[in-house]
């Protein structure tokens, strides 16, 4: 199926569902927004799910107070569009439970990983960020994109590229900003929204995150690691985290980062990110082995604790894989 194919297929239905995963980043809520601002322009009815709301590192959107915390109550719509959701269930238990009666699911992703549970599937592996998949949709099928949708889908594609920094970003990539920004968008603005506007709290969390830190494997794979007690100390809320592997990422010589976090103080769940430097040590297929996924070189896992045995099951596995 084509993008041309896939916007014809949409433009059956008259009302729709979007959802994106858990614990959203920019091009989840983002990809919603965009999606929406497009189908409602086209006179659809739109309602925008997410397990956790939106969060408030991404208030700044126009039309984020659009963006509803899900409620287990069947929705009554044409269709189901889930959007950067690499497994079915990681939309949430009440967005699952929203659209259970719902016949036709939309699965459109850009995680290789991604199994192709939807009725309708569309995954690009090569793309960057589902947000530019959402804005390739849209020219492909004569829609149009207004403020919330231009705004909403460049964070999309800026946040899941580290800012245009990542390997996946193509001279596609860099176009379709620049034609965001030829059509009105103020990029220094937003760009200052998304990436210089942080609470004192994340600060913190960076600090003490550091702490934690170590360099292990003759310097190939750097770790650190957030317990519930911390959270909860410094009132975290779960985008705090966003994007701060990267720090550690960066350091000369490491191949692999790793964050270890505890999800509650009541539960033995850990969520482990993984961002590798190299093809060679495969982030996805390495987390996949722990039933998680993701990208070749961006993946996460959600396994049982405690964190100790969490962190020393996941760097043998990198060890052997790296040998």
Known sequence: MNLQELAKEIEQYDSFLLLSHIRPDGDAIGSQLALGDALERLGKTVIYYNEDGCPSNLTFLKGSEKVQQSTPEPVNVDAVIALDTAKHDRVGPNSLKAGEQVPVWFNIDHHPSNPEYGTVNYIDGTSPATGQIIYELVQAGGWKLGEQGQMSAYVGISTDTGS?????TTSKTYRIAADIIDDGLDV???????????????????????????????????????????????????????????????????K????????????????????????????????????????ALAAGIRMDGPLATARDQVIAKIIEVAK
Not at 164 to 168: G, K, V
Not at 205 to 232: F, S
Not at 264 to 291: H, L, W, Y
């Open 164 to 168: 245009f920094r990542y390997p996946a």
């Open 256 to 295: 692999v980062a790793l964050f270890f976090e505890e999800i509650s103080s009541d539960s033995d769940e850990i969520r482990v990110s993984m961002r590798s430097k190299t093809p060679a040590i495969n982030a996805s297929e390495i987390c996949q082995s722990f039933g998680g996924g993701g990208h």
């Open 188 to 254: 220094g603005a937003v760009n200052s929204a998304t990436y210089g506007e942080q609470p004192y709290r994340k600060v913190q969390l960076l600090k003490h995150l550091l702490n934690t830190l170590e360099v292990v494997h003759n310097g190939v794979i750097a770790h650190w690691h957030l317990t519930a007690d911390i959270k909860n100390k410094l009132e975290l809320q779960p985008e705090d985290s966003e994007d701060l592997i990267d720090t550690i990422r960066s350091i000369e010589g490491v």
